[in-house]
């Protein structure tokens, strides 16, 4: 009876590169220099005028969300309490022939 022998390779070798990333924090040189004052007063005046558009989008969410609030508070409030048996068909009573008399 002949014998057969098998050989795997059970090593393998895997090479993972991986992305270098610079962790150190930029240089006086690269940073930015302050806004002027005028450029300042410029951001400060674009969102000024944005915030007074925006109260007014506000307010008029908020009115239509209690408007539909309030409706169903009155929707509820005029229905009545809800019996679960009114809204059960009534079962078939089985049918069964009348006894007549003898």
Avoid: W, Y
């Avoid at 098998?6 to 393998?12: D, S």
């Avoid at 009115?63 to 929707?75: I, S, T």
Wanted: net charge negative; charged share 25%.
């Amino acid at each position: 009876m002949p014998q057969s022998t098998f050989t795997l390779p059970l090593e393998r070798k895997i090479e993972v590169q991986r992305p270098v990333v610079d962790l150190v924090a930029p240089s006086q040189a690269e940073a930015v220099a302050a806004p002027t004052q005028e450029q300042a007063d410029a951001v400060e005046n674009v969102f000024a005028d944005q915030t007074e558009e925006r109260n007014t989008l506000i307010d008029a969410i908020n009115v239509a969300a209690v408007g539909m609030l309030l409706h169903d508070v009155v929707k509820d409030t005029l229905a009545g309490p809800a019996n679960d048996e009114e809204d059960e068909q009534p079962k078939a009573k089985p049918q069964n022939p009348d006894p007549s008399p003898d």
